[in-house]
């Protein structure tokens, strides 16, 4: 489900659920969680980059899950139960955190380069956030960290269309750093990761939070925001008819929907 990998103090965490293209169950959600707790309490690793295993970065939420507690097959209290836990660790992570989308993205599998340090993205990867599409609201402080990484514009198109973008345009954007050929997406990441991990800790520590400080109660605010948005929504009748079609592999109609 993740792997961890170390070399010269950088540790590679790979989101390994192939065959459901890396979609975060909750599972998957505490597993991240948890690797990027330890890596931020372990001395011997200065950087961390992550990455996704197969075609896909992360798909974004298992939505299949989503529709199980939606069915109330789960408490609804425990629908999104590992996604706070992930989103703690990674506004909490003192250390450079580093993303490598390696294939597609959607939902956290796109808002997770708000809390990246640095992006490199493969030249044939695409992201998307689909938020609008499934009937809810951004998440994970995207509404914020997106607007400061690529422009209020750029931010309004990407959380309000709900369509794909490709590297060159998150590049152009300013949402990922650099862009390489696929088969040297993780030799230039942890090039440049390499690099980094050969400054002292305490000082690659000390400079991150002089940068994320000042910016640490507006991500909680946001994040306040976006969880009662999401949580009016959820379940609703447009959500409801998201997952529904999902589910169905069809489109799904939002017209004449009830309020």
Request: hydrophobic share 45%.
């Amino acid at each position: 489900m993740l792997v961890t990998h170390d070399d010269s103090r950088v540790r590679t965490l790979t989101l390994d659920r192939p065959d459901a293209l890396n979609a975060f169950s909750n599972d998957l959600f505490h597993a991240l969680a948890d690797g990027l707790e330890a890596a931020a309490d372990d001395p011997s690793v200065a950087v961390v980059v992550l990455t996704g295993n197969g075609r896909a970065f992360s798909a974004g939420a298992d939505l299949a899950e989503m529709a199980a507690g939606n069915a109330g097959e789960r408490p609804a209290d425990d629908r999104r139960h590992g996604f706070p836990h992930l989103l703690d660790a990674l506004a909490d992570f003192p250390k450079p955190f580093i993303c490598a989308v390696n294939g597609l993205g959607l939902g956290i599998g796109m808002t997770i380069l708000g809390y990246a340090d640095l992006s490199f993205m493969s030249s044939n990867a695409r992201l998307k956030c689909p938020f609008t599409s499934l009937g809810v609201a951004p998440e994970a402080a995207s509404s914020l960290l997106f607007p400061q990484l690529v422009g209020r514009q750029n931010a309004a198109w990407v959380l309000l269309s709900a369509e794909w973008f490709g590297a060159e345009e998150c590049l152009d954007m300013g949402l990922v750093w650099k862009v390489c050929e696929p088969d040297e997406l993780m030799e230039t990441t942890v090039g440049y990761a390499t690099r980094l991990a050969a400054q002292p800790i305490t000082s690659l520590v000390e400079t991150k939070k002089t940068m994320i400080t000042p910016h640490r109660e507006a991500i909680r605010e946001a994040r306040a925001r976006e969880d009662a948005a999401f949580q009016r929504l959820l379940g609703g009748p447009a959500n409801t008819e998201a997952l529904t079609a999902f589910m169905e592999k069809r489109d799904p109609d939002f017209t004449n929907l009830p309020d």
